[in-house]
């Protein structure tokens, strides 16, 4: 675990290396576009100590997370090159995560939007861009 007391920051990071250069950050509680750059900095922080080159983001349990999404996909993927990141939200959110993809992608980092764990951990797995 990582991140500041959800009591002080608003949210809190769960951090897990399943494999290699595998590493999954679970967020929870609330989010803001400040929050969201601090989020982004942890799990930023984190990678690189752990050497992971694919991340998964699961952002279902952050609430207030619409408008935040592009900065945590952003400032995430920003200090590490050839980072390749999956968002896990909710089927009800995925047109905002599919704007933030948009506009991760557009910067050119390699990053998709899932509604689904299992596709995105499918995804992280696979040489497909």
């Not at 769960?14 to 969201?36: H, I, K, N, Q």
């Amino acid at each position: 675990m990582a991140g500041l007391p959800s009591f002080s920051m608003g949210y809190r990071i769960d951090f897990s290396t399943p494999s290699g250069e595998m590493m999954r950050a679970t967020v929870s509680g609330r989010s803001s576009l400040r929050y969201a750059a601090c989020i982004a900095r942890d799990i930023a922080e984190q990678a690189a100590q752990r050497a992971a080159k694919r991340l998964l983001i699961d952002v279902r349990a952050l609430a207030d997370r619409v408008g935040t999404l592009g900065e945590l996909l952003i400032a995430t993927c920003a200090p590490a090159h050839g980072c390749r990141v999956a968002l896990v939200d909710t089927a009800e959110y995925e047109r905002y995560a599919m704007f933030s993809e948009a506009a991760a992608r557009s910067l050119g980092y390699d990053v998709r939007a899932f509604d689904n764990h299992t596709d995105a951990l499918s995804w992280l797995a696979s040489r497909e861009r």
